[in-house]
């Protein structure tokens, strides 16, 4: 018997008895236990392609949605290529052509099991150039995140490109990368200008700021439906020292009430920035995550180990968050 959604589910689930869920935090199958007069019944709940599935004895029962099981969150990472691009501008600037290809890196990372891909298409094209864009815009399966600075030309080709969200970043021209969040309260209006022509033309917005109070909540005036936490203060705060720096504490402590007072306005909560292998586990204290953007650590690891491995192992270094 198939049961298609999450509310049927858990009518059905209810109807048989409240069951006793031992979770696994390793993921994989959860033990649904349900007491009848003597004798219980054994059931694995296991997530199939994003649903829920109940098995008795080997056989499907009945499926819902994921979403309905707070034991289910599933933190997804996007792979930010630009610095793929960088390596290739650093030997063929201007040339139009030349290697290692963005693009062939976004297929990579999804077929690795990447949730999205991230490019920032900077005023400067210092990276990323428009003709890579609108490759990726063909080829990407999962979700095209841009990046963006909140300027006329940029905001113009977004919405021809139709990315499936926007991330709106700062931009100075003398940074090595986005270094600080988005002043959202000095540019609240224009953001929701350009906040609104996004989601108009279907694509989602998110917002790239410090775990900053006054931030957080013009965001959420502004109406976007994403913010982006910068954790770039806590990685380098975490790599100041091999003990225990109680400063990268500190850090993590602002970015766990910037996720949950984003996550209560009803903001969505990516984070993003210096994050790698040795800090991530630590980074998964902070709740109510959608979705981590990460770059350069990944690409640096590829150099020895190749994309797909260092994708994967960026993805099983997140696969134990409960959110
Ligand atoms: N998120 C945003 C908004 C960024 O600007 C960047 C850097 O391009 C990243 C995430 C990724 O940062 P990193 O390359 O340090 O992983």
């Not at 649903?51 to 029962?61: M, P, R, S």
């Not at 963006?148 to 940029?154: D, G, P, Q, R, T």
């Not at 504490?249 to 292998?277: D, P, T, W």
Request: aromatic share 4%; glycine share 8%; with cysteine.
């Amino acid at each position: 018997m198939q049961i298609n959604t999450g509310s049927q589910y858990f009518k059905k689930e209810r109807s048989l008895g409240t069951p006793n869920e031992s979770r696994n935090r390793r993921g994989g199958a959860i033990r649904i236990v349900i007491a009848f007069a003597n004798s219980p019944l054994i059931w694995h709940r296991k997530v199939l392609d994003g649903k829920i599935i109940l098995c008795f004895d080997g056989i499907v029962f009945c499926g819902g949605r994921a979403r309905n099981a707070a034991s289910m969150i599933m933190l997804k990472l996007g792979v930010n290529i630009d610095h793929v691009a960088t390596l290739r501008e650093a030997r063929y600037r201007g040339r139009g052509f030349g290697e290692p290809d963005p693009v062939g890196a976004a297929r990579i990372c999804e077929a690795a099991g990447a949730h999205g891909i991230t490019a920032h298409l900077r005023e400067d094209r210092r990276h990323i150039q428009d003709r890579d864009i609108w490759k990726l815009r063909e080829v990407v399966k999962t979700r095209l995140n841009l990046e963006m600075a909140n300027v006329l030309e940029i905001v113009g080709i977004a919405l021809k490109l139709k990315p499936d969200i926007v991330c709106i970043v700062p931009e100075r021209r003398l940074e090595v990368t986005t270094e600080g969040g988005l002043d959202v309260i000095a540019a609240e209006k224009s953001l929701i200008g350009t906040r609104k022509k996004m989601n108009d033309a279907g694509i989602e917005v998110s917002l790239f700021i410090a775990p900053d109070e006054k931030q957080i909540e013009a965001s959420a005036r502004v109406g976007s439906q994403f913010v982006e936490l910068h954790t770039g203060q806590f990685a380098e705060e975490f790599h100041k020292s091999e003990i225990r720096n109680p400063k990268s504490e500190i850090e993590l402590q602002r970015l766990v009430s910037g996720a949950k007072q984003a996550h209560a306005l009803g903001l969505k909560v990516n984070a993003g920035h210096g994050l790698n292998y040795e800090n991530l586990p630590a980074l998964c204290r902070v709740p109510h995550l959608v979705e981590l953007n990460i770059g350069h650590s990944i690409i640096s690891r590829a150099v020895f180990v190749g994309l797909e491995k260092a994708v994967r192992e960026m993805l099983a270094l997140m696969k134990d968050y409960r959110g």
